[in-house]
Nanobody, 120 residues
Framework: QVQVVESGGGLVQAGGSLRLSCAAS????????VGWYRQAPGSQRELVAT???????NYADSVKGRFTISRDNAKNTVDLQMNSLKPEDTGGYYC??????????????WGQGTQVSVSS
């Protein structure tokens, strides 16, 4: 079993910053790609940023230059630093982790999400 837990969400004014953290634990041999997604009320879940096992990153156009994704392979954590937040960044933020298990299989896990609210 693998557990994925997000933390760091909260309420912030426009222009402020938040740092989200995604921690994976359990039966993990190694972690491949990790992605942060968000979902606003009434909208589909959308990709925010991804990072590969080698550290290559990719961002949605709407967050480029404002958000930074990073990972600590030793701790099995992936952070999302969010600066210059806008009201349209409001939503539930979810972490998806691709795990290599000890049985050499690959699985994908979602966390329960953390809420980000940006006031104007």
């Amino acid at each position: 079993q693998v557990q994925v837990v997000e933390s760091g969400g909260g309420l912030v004014q426009a222009g402020g910053s938040l740092r989200l953290s995604c921690a994976a634990s359990g039966s993990i041999a190694s972690i491949n790609a990790v992605g942060w997604y968000r979902q606003a009320p009434g909208s589909q879940r959308e990709l925010v940023a991804t990072i590969t096992s080698g550290g290559r990153t990719n961002y949605a156009d709407s967050v480029k230059g404002r958000f930074t994704i990073s990972r600590d392979n030793a701790k099995n954590t992936v952070d999302l630093q969010m600066n210059s937040l806008k009201p349209e960044d409001t939503g539930g933020y979810y972490c998806n982790v691709e795990v290599n298990s000890p049985d050499t299989r690959r699985y994908s896990y979602w966390g329960q999400g953390t809420q980000v609210s940006v006031s104007s």
